[in-house]
């Protein structure tokens, strides 16, 4: 008599859930985790020195045995790397979920991540990120997960507002995906190893999976799987400990990636090359009086060289577990000619700011063309030059004319 084959052990999930200071929005935040419908699926809160009564509030709802109470606010990756070293229990489950304390998740949203993690035929699924919504309007889309340039350049497929037409409504695999809520696989944790916490709070999303891809796992996004996103740092309803813009943190992030994840002969060409970008975008910022942003870009470098022994360290650590080349990670990565819309959705943006400061004017169009000129000379010098390269290569952009002896004689 045969005995019945035992059903599957269904995997363990344990959801870092990172807090500060989110008392006003932590609630339903705790009461989205209660209503999951995944089975085998723990909690551990994790409080950066919150003081408006969010650990009492997390102590409340979960125990004073599942709260882990930081003395000081270590971001993301600093707090999710506190964890581990001091409860090293949490290393052991299957999958580690990270968790932000202003993303409520839908009732199914664990269930399906782990069932993208798990797809049958699919190999080394290392990271997997749902699609994000907006915490008021849920029928706009936040993050379906992202690509960056060869330069560690963050880009979205989503322009500003888009709502959801299910138009990214498939699973695929991608860059990177939002640490806003991430499932990552045990194996993945072990070779990869945690977040960098030297990079701010959501920066460090990108640098973590491009070295799981290093590692040789794959990063998806299940549309299935949905989770609500407030965004309170960006609202001003956190008390964020931050002295620049952000597009300096996103630059050091990016550089710092570039430095770790890099294979030599890519990183000996690519990163002169970077270099001479970032000179030129600082010529050019200075140049439009945006001298804060070229300021950004100039302490990002300076950043990353006071900071280089510890990028060699952990680079040492991730070329370490390479299994795969640099060719495989780029497939995901966004080519420079399709910033171009960007670059025209800023350059609109900046022409529409020089009509308001015209308005009331009754000047003609040359005095206007001149004071656009003087304001953002880099800007209409490089349509310029656009126009007239575009002109120059006519021949290859379009069908070819036909003239003179190339018709065919009637009938």
Avoid at 22 to 42: D, F, I, M, S, V
């Amino acid at each position: 008599m045969t005995r019945p084959e035992p059903a599957a052990e269904v995997p363990s999930v344990l959801v870092l859930l990172v807090v500060k200071d989110g008392a006003p929005w932590l609630r339903e935040c705790l009461q989205a985790l209660a209503a999951q419908t995944y089975p085998r699926l723990g909690v551990l809160a994790i409080d950066n020195g919150s003081r408006d009564g969010s650990r009492e509030l997390l102590e409340q709802a979960l125990g004073p045995g599942r709260v882990l109470a930081l003395g000081e606010d270590l971001g993301v990756a600093g707090s999710i790397q506190a964890a581990l070293e001091r409860i090293p229990a949490a290393a052991e489950v299957d999958f580690l979920l990270v968790l932000h304390d202003d993303a409520v998740l839908s009732p199914d949203a664990v269930e399906r991540m782990v069932e993208a993690a798990t797809l049958e035929g699919v190999e080394r699924i290392g990271v997997v990120g749902p699609k994000v919504l907006d915490w008021d309007d849920p029928r706009v889309l936040r993050e379906v997960g992202r690509a960056a340039d060869r330069f560690g350049h963050p880009a979205s497929p989503l322009q500003d507002g888009e709502v959801d037409h299910g138009q990214y409504d498939r699973v695929r695999e991608v860059l990177f995906v939002s640490s806003v809520a991430m499932l990552v696989s045990r194996e993945a944790w072990r070779r990869t190893g945690p977040p960098d916490e030297r990079l701010a709070s959501y920066h460090e999303d990108l640098d973590f999976c491009w070295r799981a891809r290093v590692a040789g796992f794959r990063v998806l996004f299940t549309p299935l799987a949905t989770v609500r996103h407030r965004g309170a740092a960006g609202r001003g309803e956190r008390p964020v400990a931050r002295r620049r813009t952000d597009r300096y943190y996103a630059e050091r992030a990016g550089l710092a990636a570039m430095l770790k994840n890099y294979a030599v002969p890519s990183l000996a060409w690519l990163l002169p090359l970077s270099a001479l970008f970032a000179v030129l975008r600082v010529a050019a910022l200075a140049l439009s009086r945006r001298l804060e942003d070229a300021l950004d870009i100039v302490a990002a470098w300076m950043w990353n060289l006071r900071h280089l022994p510890g990028t060699i360290r952990r680079r040492v650590r991730a070329q370490a577990v390479r299994r795969v080349r640099d060719r495989e990670v780029l497939r995901f990565m966004e080519p420079a000619l399709l910033r171009m819309p960007r670059w025209l959705e800023a350059a609109g943006r900046i022409i529409a700011e020089q009509q308001e400061l015209d308005v009331g004017e009754a000047a003609p169009a040359r005095v206007h063309a001149a004071s656009l000129a003087r304001a953002h000379p880099v800007l209409v010098a490089s349509v310029l030059a656009t126009c007239v390269g575009g002109l120059a290569v006519r021949a290859f952009l379009g069908r070819e004319v036909l003239e003179g002896g190339v018709l065919p004689a009637f009938p």
